[in-house]
């Protein structure tokens, strides 16, 4: 099949790959000029893992480009990945979704328009009125299939679903969707197929349950930092009860990324549109801004209140690991207050760098290796659990003061102490 992608962000180069190993014939369309020379030279603007590769591997299926009109007419299924970022009040701005579907509405051809992006429910009905309007002749059907990638495991998480739902108002556009799937290697595809409203839906419900959950834990630990109680126990126990299943029960500072934040602002304020106030999700928001801070406060109070002009050493800057992500990353609130009460950074992360310093500029010192950040530093922040920092000779460390503040627990505290080092976890002592 021919398969139009626009947008070549995150979820568009992705999906667009994924789709080409597949076997079909894929353009992807991105107006930023820049990004798509760069893309044509077979590089990746970004980290994922196994990404280039297999942009690599299907070069001669996978092809890049800006001109609109030829991405329209290139596609019979034309997939929207452009990204639909948070307004002010926290609903999702969906100019970039309706300009592609006014660029496919021009066309006079039989085509299959997937919103991929992740849009309120009522999105694809709006769309569909709009291609009416623009071309009352247009033979363009629309289909909800929200992305349920998982950065630094995307490819996997295409390969390999727990779901993909598809929501349409007819059976052909159903039964193009599993052949867009299918591709020409897989046979058995775990498909959920509802209407329009219900697969838009769904993709809110399943990221607002999860950052549910994970603020859940998290004030568990808040909890156990106060009663003496051992988080990573509680959680194994509640682990252990299938109805409530160990994933996402690893307490931290807080969730980041593309994907959580935005999504529960907008589902909360899809509630609020309709009548309802979701108070739930208003508190999970709040307190995952809340706990960003939890561990700059563990500093301060491990410091008498006074960090001003010590070095504290911050490992991990992406929002999680595997990815160079830094979208609503926890370690720009964590770096911002400790330059506020004074306090010197020097920083490392595997993959997050260059994308640190459109954050930091020249505020923060960053290192080349983890060893290089702690040097003659006044303690360890574990921000992002990237596996090299467990992996790290804790001995040979050079720090002025030997202090870990586990933001991901990452350590066993008793293993720590026999290091030397004082130790400051998540709901752990």
């Known amino acids: 099949m021919k398969i139009s992608i626009f ?51 299907n070069k001669s299926r996978l092809h890049f480009s800006s001109n609109i009109d030829e991405g329209v ?99 052909q556009a159903f039964h193009l969707m599993r052949k867009v799937y299918s591709g020409r290697l897989r046979t058995y595809l775990p498909v959920v197929e509802t209407d329009l409203e219900t697969a838009e839906l769904i993709k809110y419900a399943n990221n607002s349950f999860l950052s ?85 406060e563990k500093v301060l109070a491990a410091s008498n209140n006074d960090i001003t002009g010590k070095t504290f050493c911050v490992w991990g800057l992406a929002f999680k690991p595997n990815t160079s992500d830094m979208r609503e990353a926890p370690a720009i609130t964590i770096i911002s207050e400790l330059l506020k009460h004074g306090a010197r950074i020097r920083a490392y992360d595997p993959k997050a760098v260059e994308e640190a310093k459109h954050f930091f500029g020249d505020s923060i010192t960053y290192c080349a290796t983890a060893e290089e950040a702690a040097q003659d530093s006044d303690g360890i922040l574990v921000i992002t659990e990237w596996d090299e920092f467990r992996n790290v000779n804790l001995s040979e460390l050079k720090m002025k003061t030997k202090r870990i503040f586990d933001g991901r627990n990452i350590y066993e505290p008793e293993l720590v102490k026999e290091e030397g080092f004082q130790y400051h976890g998540m709901g752990r002592r």
């Open 7 to 57: 947008g070549t962000s995150y979820v568009g180069l992705v999906t667009g790959a994924c789709l080409a190993n597949l076997g079909h014939q894929v353009l992807c369309i991105d107006i930023d000029t820049a990004k798509i020379k760069t893309l044509q030279e077979g590089q990746i603007p970004f980290y994922e893992p196994g990404l280039e590769e297999l942009t690599i591997r």
């Open 212 to 296: 549910t959950k994970i603020s859940f834990i998290n004030e568990i630990a808040n909890i156990c930092d106060r009663t003496g109680a051992d988080v990573k126990m509680v959680a194994m126990a509640l682990g252990m009860d299938y109805r409530i299943s160990p994933r996402f029960l690893n307490p931290g500072v807080g969730y980041g990324g593309s994907c959580f934040p935005k999504d529960v602002k907008a589902l909360a304020h899809t509630a609020k549109e309709v009548g309802y106030r979701a108070r739930l999700f208003e508190e999970v928001m709040a307190l995952n801004d809340r706990q960003k801070s939890v561990l700059v």
């Open 73 to 171: 007419a290139f596609g019979e299924v034309i997939f929207n990945c452009v990204g639909t970022p948070s307004n002010d009040d926290g609903s999702a701005n969906l100019e970039y979704v309706f300009s592609v579907v006014k660029a496919a509405a021009r066309s006079d051809s039989k085509k299959l328009l997937v919103i991929k992006s992740t849009v309120p429910p009522g999105t694809a009905r709006k769309c569909q009125q709009m291609i009416k309007e623009i071309n009352p002749a247009a033979n363009i059907d629309i289909v909800s299939n929200p992305e349920f990638l998982r950065e630094g495991l995307a490819i996997r998480a295409f390969n390999y679903p727990d779901k993909i739902v598809v929501g349409a108002a007819n059976d």
